[in-house]
């Protein structure tokens, strides 16, 4: 049970960060504009989002299990037929249909949780799918260009596909496992629930990760353009994004100490921030370790705030209130890198982009001193 948690979990990254790794071959090949180049990672983002609401509608009619096999699936026609794909416009079209698949998939494993594991086990369950998260963060961009594209005679379009279809193979294997420990769900709401005020303040402070994590990846290259140190990009990026994978050991550790605890995500907030803002401030290798330590640190804070859905309420409400808050953190994940850009295309300086991430998470982090996470009484099942 705890490898199909994470092998779920490898499978709500790869597909989205093989596209960096093969941009420069599909935009040869399909002869991309820059800017649909980068849609390739953007679009996929911009569908997390927005396919949080059909995940949740999902939930609700077929159940968690039913959903995540499903999601699957769609991910998996999506991914691999971007392989397939004779123009631009279809390349476009698979790619929302792989991020619609993801965006489905991701409330559907902490609805999953209360019925695969007993409630002490929940937040080692959380930490093990996101391990998996985490690690396809690394694995899709780090190992596809040197070890699985030369198995597929270096074709972009054979390895979209080769990384695509053994997705299916865990599909299936979702319904090996029998147990289930939560009481048979109710057909109900399945929008998200803005009264509660869980929905929001989750989905600001993962935006608040999301948006600095997504966003610095983004302008790193042109950041260390502009510090006179483009060449140590390749090094840069490699460090950046092993910091997630060490980000989700860690949290195998910690999970039962930290997730679930207020002070936490406090810390973790503050600790990312200055991260983030000692990349603009030191120089040299110094400000790409401050780059590498909040990846890591942000990596953690990800971890907690999407750990705390089926810790905090009834397991019939875990998928919505989960849906509605990777509805908020991924858009704001998606705009508030995207209006960095457009500043600092305004200003002509990359540091900008930058600190527009940094207004943004200093704005929400007074959120994280007001939660409330005392879990809800579990409303009548039936």
């Known amino acids: 049970m705890a490898i199909l948690l994470w092998l779920a979990g490898v499978y709500l990254r790869i597909p989205v960060l093989v596209a960096p790794a093969l941009a420069p071959f599909i935009s040869e090949d399909l002869a991309l504009s820059q800017t649909l180049t980068g849609a390739l990672t953007t679009l996929p983002i911009l569908m997390l989002a927005i396919g949080a609401m059909p995940g949740s509608l999902a939930i609700s009619r077929l159940g968690p299990r039913n959903t995540l096999a499903l999601a699957m699936v769609i991910m998996v026609l999506g991914s691999a037929g971007r392989g397939l794909v004779p123009d631009t416009l279809t390349l476009m079209i698979t790619s929302a249909v792989m991020g619609l698949g993801v965006a ?51 074709s972009w379009r054979a390895t979209l596909i080769a990384w695509s279809l053994p997705a299916l ?40 990760s999301g948006s600095m994590f997504f966003g610095l990846n983004a302008y790193m290259g042109n950041l260390l353009e502009q510090q006179g140190q483009f060449d140590r990009l390749s090094e840069a990026l490699f460090w950046f994004n092993v910091a997630q994978v060490a ?41 790409i370790a401050s780059a590498t330590f909040m990846s890591c640190v942000a990596g953690m804070l990800l971890i907690v705030l999407v750990a705390l ?67 809800k009484k579990d409303q009548p099942e039936g």
């Not at 599909?171 to 929905?199: E, F």
């Not at 989700?248 to 936490?264: H, N, P």
Request: glycine content about 10%.
């Open 309 to 375: 859905p089926p810790l905090l309420v009834a397991p019939s409400e875990t998928g919505r209130l989960s849906a509605g808050t990777f509805l908020v953190g991924y858009a704001m994940a998606f705009s508030v890198p995207m209006l960095g850009g457009v500043i600092s295309d305004w200003t002509g300086d990359t540091r900008h982009a930058i600190m527009t991430m940094i207004a943004y998470s200093l704005l929400v982090l007074p959120l994280a001193f007001t939660l409330d996470l005392e879990r």
């Open 104 to 154: 489905m998939m991701q409330p559907a494993l902490p609805a999953l949780l209360p019925r695969w594991l007993q409630p002490h086990h929940i937040a080692l369950g959380s930490a093990i799918y996101m391990n998996g998260l985490l690690m396809g963060e690394f694995i899709g961009a780090g190992i596809t260009l040197p070890l699985v594209m030369p198995l597929f005679d270096h």
């Open 247 to 287: 980000a989700s050991l860690i949290m195998l550790k910690m999970a039962r100490v930290w997730i679930g605890r207020r002070s936490a995500i406090v810390v973790l907030a503050c600790l990312s921030i200055t991260g983030t803002l000692g990349t603009l401030i030191l120089d040299g290798w110094w400000s």
């Open 169 to 208: 193979l865990v599909a299936a294997a979702l319904y090996l496992p029998k147990r289930d420990y939560a009481p048979p769900a109710r057909k109900g709401a399945w929008l998200p629930d803005w009264k509660n005020p869980l929905t929001l303040r989750l989905g600001l402070l993962l935006g608040l």
